[in-house]
């Protein structure tokens, strides 16, 4: 199960908290939930400090999204070292 908790900090950008894990289904209610925030062009930031775990389809769109300019803030050891080991791959 995936939490996505909407907020915006005092810049202005828009802050997504996520709660659980980024696997299966939440991988693209995660991705629906940035695709309009993206789409308006307002700045997006990720909070992943409570996030567990990611799939390879997580990690994937957080790649992706990273590639998007959207900031990945606060992700624990484990989460950081998933999202390292496929930059691996794909370079």
Same mark, same amino acid.
């Given at each position: 199960?995936? !939490?996505?908790?909407? #907020?915006? @900090? @005092?810049?202005? +950008?828009? &802050?997504?908290? =996520?709660?659980?894990?980024v696997? #299966?289904?939440?991988?693209? $209610?995660?991705?629906?939930?940035? $695709? ?7 700045? *997006? %930031?990720? %909070?992943?400090? @409570?996030?567990?775990? =990611?799939?390879?389809? #997580?990690?994937? =769109?957080l790649? !992706?999204?990273? %590639?998007?300019? &959207?900031? *990945? =803030? ?8 998933q999202? !390292?080991?496929? +930059? #691996?791959?794909?370079?």
């Amino acid at each position: 199960m995936l !939490k996505i908790v909407r #907020g915006e @900090s @005092s810049g202005g +950008e828009v &802050v997504l908290r =996520l709660d659980g894990q980024v696997i #299966g289904p939440w991988v693209e $209610e995660l991705d629906r939930a940035c $695709e309009p925030v993206l789409a308006a062009g307002s700045r *997006l %930031d990720l %909070d992943l400090a @409570s996030v567990s775990f =990611l799939s390879r389809e #997580g990690v994937r =769109l957080l790649c !992706k999204l990273r %590639d998007q300019r &959207v900031r *990945l =803030l606060h992700c624990s050891a484990f989460v950081a070292e998933q999202l !390292k080991s496929l +930059e #691996g791959i794909r370079a």
